[in-house]
């Protein structure tokens, strides 16, 4: 992988999820994980979320969707957190994952709502 | 269902999927899928498109993100025309699927763009 | 696989699915498909539909439930016709897709009723 | 929402999934997951079981068929305490949560009988 | 079910995910879980496991595939041990990863080089 | 995107889904799917495919178990056909559709086997 991009998606995705995250999964990876965390980095942060055609709140948006619709608790956590440091406010969080339960249906927004208090409950951000 | 919740979401479901498409789908709907069409309109276009919480092309985006997650593409065809109302630009319909390529997985891309071209080569809107 | 096993749920196949259905899949099968047919007489339709503890009208509702929430239109087509022939009425099979709709999401709701409409509009049963 | 709508429903979801489930969810919501109680409430639990067309029994075994295949196991976990309350055996839970191993594959039925056991050594209802 | 095919099927799940498991689940399963149990050794375990077409170690590499796709950690982290005593080493593990996580989505990938760095820091096999 | 991975990974795509595909696909792309192309062929095709770490006869066969789970019939034909120009017989095609049947459950493994059978009639390779 071009170590530029997994830089340039390594900056990003301390700014969206947050420096401890990055040091925590990133920098502390071992031989095993490394390529999935390099993945990561260059793929999603900066292939997809560099570029200019969407700014980070759509994108946070969007996450919070589709990680509700493909039932990934752990990531959608994260990505609660990276939605409220990318200026979506719990109220607007609280319509994305609304929406989420009539087209994913129900269970999958009692789960996601669950998973959104939680990361309000620990203190956001 | 409530009926003025059933009407005030078919006007937003004509306004956001077109007068055409409700035609077709509410108004002939025989007595067999009468009540989910009524279900549609009351808890998806009034219930949630109605909600003040978020603008129409906020609402059009998640929507793409969600139906190529959920493997849906006859409603993401609907969506996507939908999508071009409320404008989102079809420079923004592209970052969506992107995004959603690498979040739900290249073949859901692959599929999802698929869809997309088929929806503006038949005149899109 | 257990010979007997595969000749008691072909018969209770035919008896659900059409005997139409099962001579253009299983006794056409070639020898690609042979053990899939073979698989699904067996493991399917006489390890679960033949087992006394649930009627064959409950087990085409829990059919049309999975089949909708899984996303597979033609097995759900199939059932549909299978449901008809064990009893459960057209306002029986609305009912379960509107249930399915909720708890599947909307979208899933939308796809499944299409298909329905398609099986009572070529003469259902 | 209707209020009337969301009242009907709050009560046959305790009747359904108990009176302490109803009131650690729905009275205890704050601000943030209000409306996706109320959401619940009203569609899931007014519009859909509160329609006469299926008993609750047959209501309640669609929801474990479901809840299987969509991987919702809190959910399959509140609705087999409701199974029971609807007059569900355990020999017919068995029954549907095998007919889900065989259509919604192995690890679905595995995942699906272990909730199942963590209700019945909880005391069940 | 055929008590040979259950006894075979036994026998190779105990050679792939270990004696241990085995006496936990399939010995000591309880009348509820039996038939499941029963089902999983029969018509995993022996109807496909034990057919010679494929060997081990690529049937382990597709299971580690199928689990990360269907979204099923407890069942991903069986077979990666079942993976490593077929003969697939860390790294072609990593390999089925990271494949896994560009087809289903990078969350799905994240999710399960989670799992096995669980399983490799609880001591592997 | 880095244009030496492109050009790298339409390379492979041409050797194991044919040129013909990739003339359709990556050249005759239009402005709106081209970074769709660039994506798949960077991503899934350099830095997944020409990794060394596992063979192209396994890849094939993942991703013909990973694209039945996922449900995307489009990608899977296309990837029996890849199958084959990777050295995976057919008798090995019906042993990872098998597999992927009482995996993914038996809807899967019907819908898998019928698309395999599409692409066997139309000559294959």
Redo the contacts between chains.
């Keep these: 992988?071009?170590p530029e991009?997994i830089t340039a998606g390594a900056k990003t995705r301390a700014q969206v999820l947050g420096q401890n995250h990055v040091n925590q999964s990133l920098t502390k990876a071992?031989e095993?994980?490394k390529?999935?965390e390099e993945?990561?980095s260059a793929?999603?942060w900066d292939?997809?979320w560099n570029?200019p055609?969407?700014d980070r709140r759509?994108?946070s948006?969007?996450?919070l969707?589709?990680?509700?619709?493909?039932?990934?608790p752990?990531?959608l956590k994260l990505h609660i957190k990276g939605a409220l440091n990318n200026g979506l406010s719990?109220?607007?969080i609280?319509?994305?994952?609304?929406?989420?339960?009539?087209?994913?249906?129900?269970?999958?927004?009692?789960?996601a709502?669950?998973v959104?208090?939680e990361v309000?409950s620990e203190g956001g951000v």
Excluded: H, K, T, W
């Design positions: 992988m071009n991009s071992d095993f994980s390529p999935m993945l990561a793929y999603c292939e997809i570029r055609g969407l759509m994108r948006a969007l996450n969707a589709m990680l509700s619709a493909l039932n990934r752990q990531q719990q109220s607007e609280q319509e994305i994952l609304l929406q989420a339960a009539v087209y994913c249906g129900i269970p999958a927004g009692m789960d709502f669950r959104a208090r309000f």
